[in-house]
């Protein structure tokens, strides 16, 4: 009489040198090494044309400011929290986080995943051994490298044009600028997700993130507005982003910190749940 194999006939039998059975995940916990891999793959693609995605930006941001000082007067100080900052020390911080971080976030972060569906090379972000956040993580993570790159190399060109920008709360800097930067980043997986060419990605640029950016406090303070037009800022989320940004380098802001901070977060929390949602589904992605 003959024996059946210790676990079913239709059992394989899986060799010492094998550490699971075929279809048996063996990565159970965070893929560090993948996840590392995609940051790098990541980091390295905008790095490899530093030219147009760290120093262009850079430089476009600093014309910005020598061409708003010039029309308005470099030495023509804004009242602010009841603190008359000169205009160029006024309008840089905007600056840096809306041209130098925020737009460089939404610009990387829309980029991979749209090109990946056109090219047809979106099968090297789906077929590693990835989970849906470790493969987001890794988006989030180069585009808001770039952003910070750009960031600090607009800092260092204003302070060489003579602009004083010393921090004066380098944690709100610093946690406004990744909260900032974050939220663009998450806007431009969405983006990155639902576009299907490069005129979609545009459209979200010129139509939404443009605008909000140019209409949040970044030339002007909102303290001068109309009572309308004074709400509406109050509305946009850019505006609380730079004010908070304003304030780790100027010590004052014309919003209160602790409630743009609440608000800002709780904005990030909602479009990562939507990103990690959209992620896991594979629309638009592997359907």
């Known amino acids: 009489m003959s024996s059946q194999p210790p676990f079913g006939p239709n059992s394989v039998d899986v060799p010492s040198s094998v550490m699971s059975a075929p279809g048996v995940p063996v990565i159970r916990n965070v893929n560090w090494g993948g996840l590392r891999t995609l940051y790098i793959k990541e980091v390295r693609r905008f790095f490899k044309v530093q030219l147009q995605t760290i ?91 770039r952003a910070f790159l750009v960031g600090i190399a607009v800092w260092g060109a204003m302070m060489l044009y003579g602009v004083h920008l010393i921090p004066v709360h380098f944690w709100a800097v610093a946690w406004f600028g990744f909260l900032g930067t974050l939220f663009l980043a998450l806007l431009g997986v969405i ?19 443009t605008p909000l950016g140019l209409l949040s406090g970044t030339f002007y303070s909102v303290d001068r507005l109309a009572p309308a037009f004074r709400a509406v800022s109050h509305a946009n989320p850019f505006f609380y982003i730079i004010s908070g940004f304003r304030y780790g380098f100027l010590g004052t802001a014309d919003s209160p910190i602790l409630i743009g901070s609440i608000a800002i977060l709780a904005l990030d929390v909602a479009l990562a749940i939507v990103c990690y949602a959209l992620l896991r589904s594979g629309w638009k992605i592997k359907n």
Do not use: C, R
């Open 55 to 145: 120093w262009a930006p850079a430089l476009t941001t600093l014309l910005f400011l020598i061409v708003f000082s010039i029309a308005t007067g470099a030495k023509l100080p804004v009242l602010i929290g009841g603190v008359q900052i000169p205009f160029a020390e006024f309008i840089a911080p905007g600056l840096i986080i809306t041209q130098g971080m925020m737009g460089p976030a939404f610009a990387n972060a829309s980029f991979s995943l749209m090109v990946g569906k056109i090219q047809g090379t979106i099968v090297d972000y789906l077929q590693p051994p990835l989970s849906t956040m470790e493969l987001l993580v890794a988006l989030l993570g180069g585009a808001m490298t």
């Open 191 to 209: 983006t990155s997700i639902w576009a299907e060419k490069f005129d979609h990605a545009a459209a979200v640029t010129n139509f939404l993130v």
